[in-house]
């Protein structure tokens, strides 16, 4: 899978993208991220890519040619399975948003900036739009690599068979049961006796009736039955 993110703030993706199972998958070649700084493709020697919205309003909006033009540039070299932008009026990502996603094979992450883009982006140029949630970030930039970590790990051969995203919580529509490790018992807490037993059938039936109690506890939403 290949990622192109576009963005004026490129340094912000180096921590996220540089740990952990990013940087494993990446070294692997299970993906390759690609950061575009939107301001090398401004046409004017100030490298602007924002400016007031018609009519006045409080805030800037991000230009359409700068955009246009590296999402251009980019298509001439592939093609895009779909044309992202991260922003807070769009469709809220879920497991089942990554699961589709994890899928495909080319994409673009627009970031936003300011009160956003120009709205010709959206309507011209952008083929989905993304939101993590019902709050406002500064940009898209968290979201985007949000977004990014949450595909990447449903990657064949980025996860180990011990951390299968497989088991993740929302998965199967479910939170993942309660995990313990040692030791057995810390200042008087103890461990689940069953988890001890050795016998697997009656620990996958604890699991599965944990998975069900707390999703009915802390996710009513997801509706177990
Ligand atoms: N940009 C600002 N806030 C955002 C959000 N919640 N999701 C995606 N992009 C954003």
């Not at 769009?90 to 996603?101: D, F, H, K, P, R």
């Not at 989905?128 to 500064?138: A, C, H, N, P």
């Not at 998965?171 to 006796?193: M, N």
Request: overall charge negative; charged content about 25%; glycine content about 8%.
């Amino acid at each position: 899978m290949r990622i192109d993110i576009i963005t004026i703030f490129p340094e912000m993706f180096e921590g996220p993208f540089s740990e952990s199972i990013i940087k494993r998958a990446r070294g692997k070649g299970l993906v390759e991220i690609q950061l575009h700084n939107l301001r090398d493709y401004a046409t004017d020697t100030h490298k602007k890519v924002d400016d007031y919205a018609f009519s006045g309003g409080a805030g800037m909006v991000m230009m359409i040619e700068p955009i246009d033009r590296c999402i251009s540039t980019l298509k001439q070299q592939r093609s895009y399975d779909e044309i992202i932008y991260l922003s807070p009026d769009g469709n809220i990502l879920t497991q089942a948003v990554s699961n589709e996603l994890s899928l495909l094979q080319n994409l673009i992450l627009l970031c936003g900036r300011y009160k956003g883009v120009d709205e010709r982006v959206r309507e011209h140029l952008i083929t989905k739009e993304i939101s993590i949630g019902d709050y406002v970030l500064s940009g898209g930039e968290l979201a985007a690599a949000v977004l990014t970590d949450s595909i990447i790990r449903l990657l064949p051969g980025v996860l180990g068979d011990e951390t299968s995203a497989l088991s993740d919580s929302f998965q199967d529509g479910l939170i993942a049961p309660p995990v313990y490790t040692r030791p057995r018992i810390y200042k008087g807490w103890e461990v689940p006796e069953i988890l001890l037993s050795g016998d697997e059938k009656k620990i996958a039936e604890w699991k599965h009736h944990q998975s069900i109690s707390r999703t009915k506890a802390r996710r009513p939403n997801l509706d177990p039955d």
